[in-house]
Structures are given as structure tokens and as C-alpha cells.
């Protein structure tokens, strides 16, 4: 099994400044790498594929990088609504695709 | 776009089991996959098992391995997820989610299952 590490397990930033989350896998995942946002009482929702990609209606302030084993996701300048907890997802290899164990924005 | 809508939610006595279901709309449902991934409390992301019914494939995490049954229902467009000889660590909310590229596109609300006495 890829186990998926995120860093740092907390995150505490101002509105309106950058925020980098930072996700590492245990092997290589090759881009195979998503990112889901998640607030209180929602399901999460995929903000980033194929480690660069936004999906539908994401906005350009989100941006993922990376590649094999350590990835980024960068939001650029941080609104309100984005305060809530991040996860790294891996889809290398079927089945039994692993999460990261998630990072909590919160306001500074 | 698949949408998918669970079942509510299940109070359940240990030693029992629940099943869930999910239908799905958007197209066939052997035009993609479904997986189920659990959320225990206060705690991240479980995947659970998945079914691609193109392939005619189920597979299940290997630690609830003979306790997790996946089924699917074409005509309706339901999957159906079945957990038996439940505990307290079951205790989660239970989503499906559209699982045809690999990534989530599309989640279920979540259907809470409690376990308790």
C-alpha cells in the first residue's frame, strides 16, 4: 500500500496571503495525484487532478505541482470559503487508492 | 455529469449489519465506476471497496476483506454496499463516489452509519 503523508497537520494563515500544503507519497505516484477540499458537514470535493489540473469551476487561485513522490498545492491568495481541511489522494495503482491524512487551513 | 444519492442515515447494534445504497443518474451505470470511502469522526479519508461494472470487477480494502459486500443493480442504477459483524469502529459516514478515472468527481451526501448499544 502508498502511504500518503501530508505536512504540515495544521496550517494557520491570513486572508489574503499564500498558502502552501505540501503532500509526499511512500513510492512514485507518477501525476496520478489528486487534491480534495473538504468543510464542516460537506463531502469533499476535487479541486485538483492529475497533480496540475483544476477541475470544473475551481478557481485559478488553487494550483497544484509536483511529480513522483512530493506535491504541492498552492493557494494564492486566500478567500474565506477556502478555510477548511485538504487532503492528498494517489490513484497510481488499483485498486485501494490511499488518502493523505489531511491538513487543516484555519485563519490566522 | 454522474449525481449520486445515498440512503439515509443507520443506528445500528454491534454484531449487526447495514446496507447502504447509492443511485446514481447522468448515464449507465456501466459507463463508470462506483467506490465507497468512509469517514470515522473527527478522522480523514478510508477507501472501502469499488465496483466497475464494465469489467465486471469488485474489489474491497483488504482489512474489511469477507466483512464488505458490493453489489450492483443496473436497471435501477443502484450500487449497494453491505458491511456485516459490525463494531464501534464502523462508526463513520459512508460515501460513494463516481470512480471511473480514479479521482472523485462526484460524491454522495454521505449516509452516517452509528454503531452503538
Known amino acids: 500500500e502508498i502511504v500518503m503523508t501530508q505536512s504540515p497537520d495544521t496550517l494557520s494563515v491570513s486572508p489574503g496571503e499564500r498558502a502552501t500544503l505540501s503532500c509526499r507519497a511512500s513510492r512514485s505516484v507518477s501525476t496520478n495525484l489528486a487534491w480534495y477540499q473538504q468543510k464542516p458537514g460537506q463531502a469533499p470535493r476535487v479541486l485538483i487532478y492529475?497533480?496540475?489540473t483544476r477541475a470544473t469551476g475551481i478557481p485559478a487561485r488553487f494550483s497544484g505541482s509536483g511529480s513522483g513522490t512530493d506535491f504541492t498545492l498552492t493557494i494564492s491568495s486566500l478567500q474565506s470559503e477556502d478555510f477548511a481541511i485538504y487532503y492528498c489522494?494517489?490513484?497510481?495503482?488499483?485498486?485501494?487508492?490511499?488518502f493523505g491524512q489531511g491538513t487543516k487551513l484555519e485563519i490566522k | 455529469q454522474v449525481q449520486l444519492v445515498q440512503s439515509g442515515a443507520e443506528v445500528k447494534k454491534p454484531g449487526s449489519s447495514v446496507k447502504v445504497s447509492c443511485k446514481a443518474s447522468?448515464?449507465?451505470?456501466?459507463?463508470?465506476?462506483i467506490s465507497w470511502v468512509r469517514q470515522a469522526p473527527g478522522q480523514g479519508l478510508e477507501w472501502v471497496g469499488g465496483?466497475?461494472?464494465?469489467?465486471?470487477?469488485?474489489n474491497y480494502a483488504q482489512k474489511l476483506q469477507g466483512r464488505v459486500t458490493i453489489t450492483a443493480a443496473e436497471p435501477t442504477s443502484t450500487v449497494y454496499m453491505e458491511m456485516s459483524s459490525l463494531t464501534s469502529e464502523d462508526t463513520a459516514v459512508y460515501y460513494c463516489?463516481?470512480?471511473?478515472?480514479?479521482?472523485?468527481?462526484?460524491w454522495g451526501q454521505g449516509t452516517p452509519v452509528t454503531v452503538s448499544s
Open positions: 447522468g448515464g449507465p451505470l456501466n459507463s463508470y465506476g
Open positions: 463516489v463516481e470512480d471511473s478515472s480514479g479521482f472523485y468527481k462526484a
Open positions: 465496483i466497475l461494472p464494465v469489467f465486471d470487477r469488485i
Open positions: 489522494q494517489q490513484y497510481n495503482n488499483r485498486p485501494g487508492y490511499t
Open positions: 492529475g497533480a496540475s
